[in-house]
């Protein structure tokens, strides 16, 4: 599964020995809209009813299927036609699961990279601890 960063990127890119600083957007939870049964059946004929999960056929009278979005709303994916698909009920626990994890870690990842995350057990004379190490070794408290 390829994921995109999850945080804003802000990148210097080298033109013309100019440095051009470019803002990428953040990537937020995109926010549910509820899904009509003429929804539903619009995202199941766009695959002829095959789980784009498992890519098997569904059988819409014996399983139990749902709507998917294939790329995870709190991954910034788009509620919209293009990123939804049946998948098996079976398939979609299985994928909401490792999208958890990586929802997870993509907001474990946004934290540090804001700063937002602040550690409880600071390094030892390091820039959030009181003391501070000189280069000749002796330790004295930080101002
Ligand atoms: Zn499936």
């Not at 995870?72 to 398939?91: F, I, K, S, T």
Request: net charge positive; proline share 6%; with cysteine.
């Amino acid at each position: 599964m390829t994921q995109a960063s999850p945080f804003p990127v802000a990148d210097c890119l080298l033109k013309d020995d100019a440095m051009v600083f470019v803002e990428t957007e953040d990537v937020r939870t995109t926010p549910r809209s509820r899904l009509t049964p003429h929804r539903r059946l619009k995202v199941w004929e766009k695959t002829c009813g095959r789980c784009v999960v498992c890519h098997q056929q569904i059988d819409g009278v014996r399983e139990r299927w749902i709507v998917e979005h294939i790329r995870a709303l709190e991954l910034g994916g788009r509620d919209e036609h293009d990123n939804m698909g049946p998948v098996h009920a079976n398939c979609a626990a299985a994928k909401t699961r490792d999208g958890y994890q990586c929802a997870a870690k993509a907001k474990r990842q946004k934290l540090r990279h804001l700063g937002a995350d602040i550690s409880k057990r600071p390094l030892p004379c390091g820039r959030q601890s009181r003391w501070k190490k000189k280069i000749d070794g002796t330790i004295v408290p930080r101002r």
